[in-house]
């Protein structure tokens, strides 16, 4: 079913005029975490609940699938396949501009407010450790 959330989303993601130079003429998005973020909503299948189970287990998968490129490098000896690495990156990537953009968030404001924390955890001396309130 789909909610009146999500056409708002919709219409804000779509209704946005300066997107419109953020692309190639082939439609890939410019080097611009806004433009990349628009051109994933375009690419997404679902809506809803059901989206926000799929793209959370579409990151979940490819953070695995990045995992299991390293575990076998390490199990076979095997010099890490760093091309490789950087396309299932890349599907990590998709899957976390899919959820920022779902939760009304943007890659930029992620980037923005995970560079403040972890940059107050450096200036407190709390780097290590853990827990979320260090």
Known sequence: MITQEDI???RYRTDIDEYNDKFNEDGT???DL?????????KILTKGRERQIENTLGLVGEAGEVAEKLKKSIRDYNKLDKEGMLKE???VLFYVAALANFYGGTLQTIAEQNTEKL?????RGVLRGSGDNR
């Open 8 to 10: 708002d989303i919709i």
């Open 29 to 31: 998005p410019k080097n």
């Open 34 to 42: 806004a433009a990349y973020s628009q051109w994933v909503e375009g």
């Open 89 to 91: 990156l890349g599907d």
């Open 119 to 123: 940059n107050s955890r450096q200036e």
